[in-house]
């Protein structure tokens, strides 16, 4: 991994972090969630990056991929979980990182705390050559030792240029992967802990989607000229239905429809399977030849 690749990727992860804690001193009582996830994503593009995906503001027993849609009017609660899950990247390299709030109460701070220990355990014995059973066992260890589950089914992943899941999932769980961590990689490894099941299920309502086949065939040209305005703007990486309504007032039905077609991806909200609340920690790391650097750091040092 040459110096350039490895400067652009501390630079998005640098600016992740702060929008990430950015986001985090918006969720308030009473705040929309629409404009919380507008402020994260502008603040990213203010500071000289690009989202890699829509701000994530799931709450309780969603664990992941709640973005808001056009029009949505959900505000936080007193009790809310809210996970504030964030990406930016500089070129495509990306920082990808979370950390779960309560709104005005403490009655989930130990759960919360568990996925913070989960991971802060995993980057403890994350090095070059350390199997991924290893490193879901250690997490798996800290998350039940603290009277929670982990959540089976959901992973950490490695990063390539514009792929934001490039291949290798790094679990939270022992018994799920093989293989190793090898030098010269990117990596996002986000534990999730629950007082729930244990592992998530589809919740529907998607409100982020993926260009799924460029080089799709559509013949009717209003449906073509919105295909190709997805992917000069997004490319492979995931986008939020609401940034697409700048482009046509319609478009979560013509999103809808190139689901159908074959064109998109569709990202359901993945919601605990007995809602159970759910709590997620997450930092991008690169993995190499002289060592583990985090390159999701804040200001304040989360």
């Known amino acids: 991994m040459d110096s350039d690749v490895i400067e652009k990727y501390r630079k998005a992860g640098k600016i992740a972090a702060d929008a990430r804690e950015y986001g985090i001193s918006l969720v308030k009582e009473g705040a929309l969630a629409f404009e919380v996830a507008e402020a994260i994503e502008d603040f990213i593009r203010e500071k000289g990056a690009k989202p890699a995906f829509p ?3 799931s709450v309780n027993h969603e664990a992941a991929h709640y973005t808001p849609i056009h029009g ?10 809210v996970k504030v899950d964030v990406g930016a990247h500089v070129d495509g390299y990306i920082g990808d990182t979370s950390r779960t709030v309560e709104v005005g109460t403490n ?19 994350i090095k070059v050559g350390i199997s991924l059973e290893d490193i879901g066992r250690s997490v798996e260890t800290v998350i039940k030792g603290m009277g929670y589950r982990p959540i089976e089914n959901l992973t950490g992943h490695s990063l390539e240029q514009y792929e934001l899941h490039s291949g290798t999932s790094i679990p939270s769980v022992s018994g799920l992967e093989k293989g190793k961590i090898w030098d010269e990689i990117a990596i996002a490894v986000e534990p999730f802990a629950t007082d729930g099941a244990g592992y998530i299920v589809s919740g529907g309502n998607p409100g982020i989607y993926r260009v799924y086949d460029t080089h799709m065939d559509i013949s009717d040209n209003k449906l073509r000229e919105f295909y190709d305005w997805l992917v000069e703007n ?10 697409c309504h700048e482009f046509d007032k319609k478009a979560d039905k013509i999103l809808k429809k190139l689901v159908r077609k074959g064109g998109l991806h569709a990202y359901d909200v993945l919601v605990e399977a007995r809602k159970g609340i759910v709590s997620q920690r997450e930092k991008t790391m690169l993995v190499l030849k002289d060592g583990v650097t985090i390159t999701t750091e804040a200001e304040n040092g989360l």
């Open 107 to 125: 009655r989930y701070s130990r759960l919360i705390r568990a996925a913070e220990e989960g991971l802060n355990t995993a980057i403890d014995v």
């Open 72 to 81: 949505d009017r959900r505000r936080f609660k007193t009790g809310d979980v």
């Open 55 to 57: 701000a994530n503001l």
């Open 234 to 243: 997004f490319g492979s990486l995931p986008f939020a239905e609401r940034w």
